[in-house]
């Protein structure tokens, strides 16, 4: 990927959400779950209660899981919830801030059953 500060902040949650399924920087025009799919919230970076020269980076990742029965994509997607949970409560400096309740996710003409963490993480802005 990219070499930037701000990019090197989202390649480092891209990494730790890895082993989730296919990781995406943006929401693609086909999606094969289980994938993540990695969006900047809005603020992206805000710089308020932040120590001298960081930032605090925003993004809202989607959780997606494949279609099937109910109980079975219920399940699935709370497994997957719990997955992400643990992987960005590992070495790495994101904070989930809210996980949303289960949502139907339309990616062109297919449906997904979904959920969406924001998160966050603070970052350099500046290089000295």
Wanted: aromatic share 4%.
């Amino acid at each position: 990927m990219s070499s930037g500060r701000l990019s090197a902040t989202r390649d480092a949650l891209a990494a730790a959400l890895a082993g989730l399924g296919t990781v995406h920087a943006v929401m693609p025009s086909r999606l094969t779950p289980p994938a993540v799919v990695l969006e900047q919230a809005d603020p992206w970076v805000t710089t308020a209660d932040q120590p001298n020269r960081f930032g605090l980076m925003r993004y809202q990742v989607t959780l997606t899981v494949r279609p099937g029965a109910n109980p079975d994509q219920e399940q699935a997607l709370t497994d997957m919830v719990e997955d992400a949970l643990d992987a960005l409560a590992g070495p790495h400096d994101w904070t989930v801030q809210q996980v949303s309740a289960p949502l139907n996710l339309q990616v062109g003409e297919a449906v997904y059953l979904a959920a969406r963490l924001d998160v966050t993480a603070p970052t350099y802005l500046t290089t000295d």
